[in-house]
């Protein structure tokens, strides 16, 4: 799946000469935690988040009163604070590479840019519903755990060996295991009985790590 499915489109934006005031309450209106920064063209120039907000403010420390709080704020534009070398991707890019290219650079949102043009925004908290749709959390059924061999056909064997016994699988990943010779696979199945998944699977696995009905 690509970003293009999941990205929020025509995301809220605010120009370069936006009061960081503004851009600050916007932000707290829409229950949000970034701004993209554009120019009458749509054409991306920066991003603005709550730490850049933040970072900007003055300390509690500050001798200014409250009314010269306010005024500084107010005086200041996003252009100032933002950052300008943001990093975006493409609608087509994958979903695990946008997930991947925020883990790396310790960032909560990529601005999506198609021909030059902002057209959305992925955020972390988009990620998280992908995470959740993935592991079927908002469907019941059993979620077993187990560890199996790191070794080809493995995956279909078990698969395979599930729908045999008459189960339906809802979900199923698989990540890095204790070592490289084994992964954990994370399946939830529905209409088996635990008893008649454990046997099922049993002869396709190195241990059975977790299981539950939720």
């Known amino acids: 799946m690509q970003v293009l499915n999941r990205m929020t ?30 120019d009458k063209y749509d054409h991306l120039q920066g991003i603005i988040t709550e730490n850049d907000i933040l970072y900007a403010s003055p300390s509690l420390a500050t001798s200014l009163d409250v009314y010269e709080i306010s005024s500084l704020m107010a005086r200041l534009e996003v252009h100032s604070v933002m950052t300008k070398d943001v990093i975006t991707i493409g609608p087509d890019t994958p979903l695990e590479d946008a997930a991947r ?26 990620l998280f519903r992908v995470f959740v749709e993935l592991f079927g ?37 698989n990540m890095l295991g204790e070592n490289a010779t084994n992964r954990y696979a994370i399946i939830k199945v529905q209409n088996i009985t635990e008893e008649e998944l454990v046997k099922s699977i049993q002869p396709y696995t190195e241990r059975i790590v977790d299981i539950r009905e939720i």
Do not use: C, Y
């Not at 290219?101 to 988009?126: F, H, Q, R, W, Y």
């Open 9 to 38: 489109k025509n995301p809220i934006s605010i120009s370069l000469h936006t009061p960081v005031s503004e851009a600050r309450e916007k932000m707290k209106k829409e229950k949000i935690h970034r701004l993209p920064v554009v």
């Open 101 to 126: 290219i925020m883990a790396d650079n310790n960032i909560g949102g990529l601005p999506i840019i198609d021909k030059g043009i902002l057209v959305g925004i992925i955020t972390e908290s988009d």
């Open 137 to 173: 959390a908002r469907e019941k059924g059993i979620r077993l755990t187990v560890l199996m061999p790191e070794k080809r056909g493995e995956l279909a064997a078990i698969s395979k060996a599930i729908a045999d016994a008459g189960g339906d699988i809802v979900s199923f990943g």
